[in-house]
């Protein structure tokens, strides 16, 4: 089946930093913002989010990991996606905390390449989910400069609940620029999320102090959706009406981004 009709708007492009090669959908004008899907994939509702981000005065930049760009989400295509791919894919690691993913090098190129286009303060980062700890991990590369990391899923194993899925020296990177160019970072997550203990908010704010913003919302604000506990507090969880307590959420997001590059 087609489902491009949900990135009609965008522009598509193939990016390869010498490992992999991977499909970008671009659309905007001003600094880069960088959206990194959840599970499944690049679905509508990721994409509903960037057109936000795009109407706000950024250029979105949305990768296709894994997973059909704009193909909806269900529950068999989810599950489809875990084990046909994430599960066997080098590009990924899905249990083990203390170590981010090999495919944030790549994302980290792309961060370098799209703010030599598009100019600005720096780069915005969003990752969501399984992707979510990838934006502190982006750090390493300077252009990023505002990092935010919706429902972090990794590790997910429960020994791991405490875990952030990025190494020592990309923490401590992170920590260091934080302070040293004054810089912060957003977290988000529903309470009562098993997806994302209680115990890895606690490390990130132990880890960075104030410099850690974050936002925990009540469940009974959620968007209903296909998971028992609402999740997803940017896409498929999102009330998106004014006032709501997750669009308030998104606005802050977005409020973030365009304050730290410059839009």
Known sequence: MDHSAALKDYTPFDFDNGRWTRTVYR?????????????????????????????????????????????????????????????????????????????????????KKVHGECGGKGVGAVGMCFTGGYALAMMTEPSVVAPVLSQPSMPLRKKNAAGIDASPAEIACAKDRLEKENLSMIGLRFHGDPLVPAERFDTLKKTFGNRFEAIELDPKDAAPGPLKNPHSVLTVNLEDRPGTSTKRAEERVIAFFKERTGA
Not at 31 to 42: K, N, R, S, Y
Not at 70 to 80: I, K
Request: aromatic letters at 8%; proline letters at 8%; charged letters at 15%.
């Open 27 to 111: 659309r905007g004008a001003g600094p880069a913002v960088i959206i990194i899907h959840e599970m499944p994939g690049l679905h509508p509702l990721v994409v509903r989010f960037a057109d936000h981000v795009a109407a706000a005065g950024m250029t979105v930049f949305l990768p296709s990991l894994f997973g059909e760009a704009g193909r909806p989400v269900s529950p068999g295509y989810s599950m489809g996606v875990i084990l046909k791919a994430i599960c066997v894919q080098r590009e990924f690691v899905m249990w083990r905390g203390g170590k981010s993913s090999p495919i944030v090098d790549w994302l980290r190129a792309l961060a």
